[in-house]
């Protein structure tokens, strides 16, 4: 999580101005300036360079990310064995089950969304290819850390947090090792409304032969829909049941 070795601020100061243009759908100079705190004579020119390498595109005044970072996304997610490997896992489960299903890894910490299939029934959320979320308030996140070293998670946590998403969300950090026990022992995870009231989610680890994690998947669906039998039973049956499959095709393949 520490930074390797020295830094280029004016490098940091572009990614800053393209993740607010993100968070705030496009903005022009003024906006960008008062939102991140800066001069509007340096927001400007890092957009002209940013403009120029066709990184941002402009329209009417207003700034925005451009569709090259789409192919450098592409890149990244293509990269990953497991996305290739896992996709037809997913979208099989979206299929037979008619919700929510998610593919996730670790990242510097936080838990990012690789790919997701929506069923027939499946609710429309907030989630996205490329989302990065908090580990400590996810089934796909409990998956992940309850298969990663201790000292890992201690630090992550350090350095995130574990911040209160609902009333639901587990912020004490003894109880949320308890948490990873249980999830360990039992072979899969849950998020109980932890993240988002009204939802419910149920994820299993993608282990590797040397006992590490590759990721999670997960099906997430409203509470009316996950509860009883399918929800204690039906549905981490069919999570193992793909995850074991993905592992196989991961180690063989």
């Not at 595109?57 to 497991?82: C, I, M, P, Q, T």
């Not at 509470?223 to 929800?231: A, C, V």
Request: aromatic fraction near 6%; charged fraction near 25%.
């Amino acid at each position: 999580m520490n930074t390797p070795g020295p830094t280029v601020q004016a490098t940091r100061t572009s990614l800053e101005i393209v993740e607010a243009l993100v968070r705030l759908n496009g903005a022009g100079v003024t906006e960008l300036a008062s939102d991140l705190d800066l001069p509007k004579s340096t927001v400007h020119n890092h957009l002209n360079t940013l403009h120029d390498a066709e990184y941002v595109v402009k329209d009417d005044g207003a700034y925005d990310v451009g569709l090259r970072f789409l192919k450098l996304g592409e890149y990244s997610r293509s990269r990953l064995k497991l996305h290739d490997v896992a996709r037809p896992e997913i979208d099989s489960l979206a299929e037979e089950t008619g919700e929510l299903v998610n593919l996730s890894v670790e990242e510097y910490g936080r838990g990012v969304y690789l790919y997701l299939a929506q069923g027939e029934q499946a609710v429309h959320l907030d989630t996205h290819a490329g989302m990065h979320v908090h580990l400590h308030c996810t089934a796909l996140g409990k998956a992940i850390l309850a298969h990663t070293p201790e000292e890992r998670v201690e630090e992550i946590l350090d350095t995130m947090g574990m911040p209160a998403r609902t009333e639901h969300t587990i912020t004490g950090r003894d109880a949320f090792f308890e948490e990873l026990d249980a999830v360990r022992d039992r072979g899969y995870a849950y998020d109980r409304q932890e993240r988002l009231d009204g939802l419910r989610c149920v994820a299993a680890p993608i282990t590797t032969p040397d006992h590490g994690v590759a990721g999670a998947i997960s099906i997430s669906g409203p509470t009316s829909r996950m509860q009883g039998e399918r929800f204690e039973t039906e549905i981490p049956d069919l999570l193992r049941n793909a995850a074991n499959v993905v592992e196989l095709n991961m180690t063989y393949s």
